[in-house]
């Protein structure tokens, strides 16, 4: 075992603080990653405060992870010490499972979490990338292209994914209008790579305070969510949206915005069900959905994209003594749009 130093929740009451605990001794297939910056995601909030009621303490947060290569097994072949790479929300899955798919491995049994969850024997706990290094199996380690910035990258491991694989199994691309509702950490990722894959993108936002960012980074629409007559206006004019948000909305308009066979795809998670009206659906055979992460292989097809068409995060770096001023201020969406933490500072 080889000591890790990080930050971390040691109680769902408490705030962030420094931490040492083991990291597992590299195995043959095992790539060992110093790690450079680890960006914040509001799930990491929800599990260091027990708000999804299946946290295990002490927690070290973090899936959005960049680093570099400082040792690989002896059976290690995708990669070398001093590589640019990446690890995402999970580090492992069930190899051997009949039902293993790796084109949709997140939706699959047997996935364990980078965090807050136990590694495959069931019983070594999962702590993430708010620590100096990490050990992972080389098959959920990804590449990151040589020309992006490094710490904008880091929050592709999640945000980017997120909205990545709705947008291609929807099938976002020229002659399809697409809107995001959210210009959040999430949305606006959602707004660059649509942008990129060449659909129309509409932003939904509650208010026209974020409008020049939208534009600026690929919007060609933007409207005010609080603004009744922007429900008429756009009724019926979607092909696909993607809900950023986890606040309550009123599903029964945002359904009307779509046209016929559209699809209202959830990203964020409402703390409470969903109400629709079987009306809001059946007359144009409307469709409301979910989508969660990607797999290992859409991952690094997202990071590839991206890194063909230079998109990265729109970050905020800070030092991780800042770690709980980041997330009051995540909370109160005083973000544009990621913060992400500069290992350097641990």
């Not at 409307?286 to 969660?292: E, F, K, L, P, Y």
């Not at 997330?327 to 641990?346: N, P, Q």
Request: aromatic letters at 8%; glycine letters at 10%.
């Amino acid at each position: 075992m080889a000591l890790a130093r990080g930050y971390a929740a040691t109680d769902a009451s408490k705030p962030l603080q420094p931490f040492t605990f083991e990291r597992r001794e590299p195995r043959e297939d095992d790539v060992v990653i110093s790690i450079k910056y680890s960006g914040i995601c509001h799930s990491d909030i929800h599990q260091a405060r027990n708000e999804w009621g299946n946290s295990v303490f002490p927690m070290v947060p973090g899936h959005e992870i960049a680093g570099i290569v400082t040792a690989v097994g002896s059976k290690v072949s995708k990669f070398k010490v001093g590589d640019r790479v990446g690890v995402g929300c999970f580090v492992d899955s069930c190899t051997t499972c009949a039902s293993r798919d790796v084109d949709l491995e997140q939706y699959m049994p047997g996935l364990v979490v980078t965090y807050n969850g136990t590694e495959a024997d069931g019983k070594t706990p999962t702590q993430g990338g708010y620590s100096d290094f990490i050990v992972v199996k080389e098959g959920y380690v990804l590449s990151i292209p040589e020309n992006l910035p490094f710490e904008a990258t880091a929050p592709l491991l999640c945000a980017g994914i997120t909205l990545y694989s709705p947008l291609r199994n929807w099938g976002a691309g020229p002659g399809k209008k697409v809107a995001v509702v959210g210009m959040g950490g999430l949305g606006h990722m959602g707004v660059k790579l649509a942008h990129a894959m060449g659909a129309d993108v509409t932003v939904l936002s509650q208010s026209l305070s974020k409008k020049e960012d939208g534009l600026k980074l690929g919007a060609d629409h933007y409207y005010a969510t609080a603004d009744a007559e922007t429900f008429t206006k756009l009724a019926g004019t979607f092909d696909l949206i993607l809900c950023t948000v986890s606040a309550e909305i009123d599903w029964n308009a945002y359904l009307g915005l779509l046209k016929v066979d559209g699809t209202l795809v959830l990203l964020g998670i409402p703390e409470k069900p969903v109400p629709v009206h079987a009306f809001s659906l059946v007359p144009s055979r409307r469709s409301i959905a979910g989508s969660m992460i990607g797999s290992i292989k859409e991952t690094q097809e997202m990071l590839d994209f991206c890194g063909e068409h230079n998109i990265v995060s729109e970050i905020e770096l800070i030092r991780m003594d800042q770690v709980n001023e980041a997330y009051e201020r995540v909370i109160k969406s005083d973000v544009r749009y990621r913060f992400v933490i500069d290992m350097a500072t641990l």
